[in-house]
């Protein structure tokens, strides 16, 4: 897959939204602050709007549960001066309302109150293949919805209010984007970011946001086991590798496992990817390690063997487990990589146990 290349997607952005001649171009801002309310919006700032669960696998709040996310969760909760419940939402660019899914609708029961919004931009603009039809955005999980289905929206209106209808466990904004395919598909919705304007707040992958450390490699059992620590607020993680020799066959891309593998996402860590197996170790920052239950963590886990250290600032982690790796493999790689392209690649010069 193709990263999207934003630093050239904002002209064409203006292109397709029509800009008139000669008017000072505006920049795509995601997500829009909204200045006339002076009200906080949702965008990753200094304040603690903080995104609290990113793109891909993790294990789930509060249970043992994998699952695959498919958007990123805004935190709703935590900032000063407006009750719970009542953080706006905003329109992250101009558009129509083409889903309202409110009380009485029966998805409503999983995705709560939600807004779609389709928007008059090609991915095509944005660096993505024709075949992705327009960029649409949804909003979900809203306590109160302000809008109606056909209703033109320019960026940063209301659509709602932030809330915890639906299947969740806190008030948040949960933030898709998706794309046209055999079905909708969600694609990462750090696509929309431009990494320049959100530079310093939010953290692109790279060399000194991830670590990587090298646990253990098993040549009887065939097996090497990497775990992955990233800082908080990085976002556009697409996944990772483990290249044995030249086998470069066990890939995981979470953008790739939502379009193909909706069935089987969220059925845990087998056999999604042959040669590869993914522990997500926490999700929601620390405190969701402390209050899970551990007990509940399958015993294959190797979160067991390798305790995860209760670190501050540290917000994901993920054990990635090669296997079928022949045991005379000279040369084993560990490459971790974004949606736009950005990749930070490993190999262990001796790996901490080697038995
Ligand atoms: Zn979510």
């Known amino acids: 897959m193709k990263p999207a290349p934003l630093a ?68 709703a909760f935590f900032d000063k001066g407006l009750p719970r419940g009542d953080h706006s939402v905003f329109s992250v660019l101009d558009g129509v309302v083409t889903d309202v899914i409110a009380p009485g609708n029966p998805e409503r029961t999983e995705t709560g109150n939600k807004v779609v919004v389709t928007h008059p931009i090609p991915w095509s603009a944005l660096g993505g293949p024709k075949e992705w039809g327009n960029v649409r955005t949804g909003y979900l999980h809203l306590s109160r919805i302000s809008v109606q289905k056909g209703q033109q929206v320019k ?43 959100f530079k310093g707040v939010v953290l692109p992958v790279h060399k000194k946001t991830v670590q990587i450390e090298f646990l253990e490699r098993d040549k009887g059992a065939g097996t090497a086991l990497a775990r992955v620590y990233l800082e908080r607020n990085v976002y556009g993680l697409d996944g990772f590798a483990w290249q044995v020799d030249k086998d470069s066959s066990r890939v995981i891309s979470f953008e790739h496992v939502t379009a193909t593998m909706r069935d089987k996402r969220d059925t845990g860590d087998q056999g999604l990817i042959p040669g590869l197996r993914l522990f997500p170790l926490r999700y929601n920052g620390g405190e969701a390690l402390e209050r899970l239950n551990a007990k509940r963590i399958p015993s294959s886990w190797p979160v067991s063997r390798y305790p995860v250290p209760n670190g501050k600032g540290v917000r994901l982690g993920y054990d990635v487990l090669a296997t079928g790796i022949p045991e005379d493999a000279k040369k084993l790689t560990f490459v971790v990589f974004s949606v736009f392209g950005k990749k930070v690649k490993a190999s262990p010069k001796r790996f901490q146990v080697e038995r």
Not at 178 to 185: L, P, Q, S
């Open 8 to 75: 050239l997607a904002a002209g064409l952005l203006l292109l397709s939204l029509g800009a008139p001649a000669g008017a000072k171009p505006k920049k795509p801002v995601w997500p829009v602050p909204n200045p006339t309310l002076n009200q906080p919006g949702f965008q990753p700032s200094s304040s603690n709007r903080q995104i609290s669960g990113v793109f891909g696998p993790r294990l789930k709040f509060g249970s043992a549960r994998y699952d695959h996310h498919e958007g990123i969760d805004f935190y």
């Open 155 to 197: 960026a940063g209106d209301e659509l709602g209010k932030a809330g915890e209808t639906g299947y969740t466990s806190t008030v948040h904004l949960h933030f898709n984007v998706y794309r046209a395919g055999g079905r909708d598909v969600n694609v990462n919705p750090a696509r929309l970011f431009s990494p320049k304007l």
